[in-house]
């Protein structure tokens, strides 16, 4: 079995009487240690199939195996440690706390991960040693973005699942 395993999964928004098939029936699998990149036009369902995968959405059927264990069926507690110890997730649109600098954002998701790694390291790697004591709002698009990619790599997560995570920003 590969590492990452999407079966058959349909993700279908009801909105009234219209019925919208984001995913229909897809499949595809990922090995340990692979980058693979998700290209597609606007509506496609990248985000969806992100979402999916990271336990923040759930499938309306098909099974998502990673490490093994089927995420689709994780409810309550196993749902909250899987997308806090095994998720890393760059959001399209950042999703940083607007009252917590830079640093703070990225100490905030370090603090409730085991094997997270040292936030000041993580802020210089990604380009913000001097804007980590910034807020969001008094940083520009392609800063903020990096905040959130910093924020989600310092969680040292076994899953990186990145939105769009260059659209403001080039490293
Ligand atoms: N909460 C929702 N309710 C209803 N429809 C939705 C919802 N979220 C997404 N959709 C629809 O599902 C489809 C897939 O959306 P998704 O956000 O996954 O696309 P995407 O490939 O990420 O697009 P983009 O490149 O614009 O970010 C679109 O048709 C979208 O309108
Ligand atoms: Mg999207």
Do not use: H
Not at 103 to 127: F, M, R, W, Y
Not at 134 to 154: C, D, H, K, T, Y
Request: a positive charge; hydrophobic letters at 35%.
């Amino acid at each position: 079995m590969s590492y990452i395993e999407f079966k058959n999964v349909d993700k279908k928004y009801q909105m009234g009487e219209i019925t919208i098939n984001a995913l229909d029936d897809t499949n595809f699998q990922i090995e340990k240690g692979e980058l693979v990149v998700i290209v597609g036009p606007s509506g496609a369902g990248k985000t969806t199939t992100l979402n999916i995968l990271g336990g923040m959405d759930t499938a309306t059927s098909g099974s998502v195996f990673v490490d093994g264990k089927d995420v689709t069926k994780l409810k309550g507690k196993e749902l909250i440690k899987y997308r806090r110890e095994d998720i890393g997730f760059v959001f399209q649109f950042y999703n940083l706390v607007q009252n917590l600098t830079a640093k703070e954002n990225v100490e905030l998701a370090t603090q409730i991960c085991k094997n997270s790694l040292n936030p000041d390291e993580v802020i210089e790697k990604v380009g913000l040693k001097d804007r980590k004591n910034n807020f969001p709002s008094q940083l520009s698009g392609g800063e903020q973005q990096r905040v959130a990619i910093a924020r989600a790599i310092a969680k040292n997560p076994k899953l990186l699942l990145c939105d769009e995570p260059t659209r403001s920003t080039r490293l």
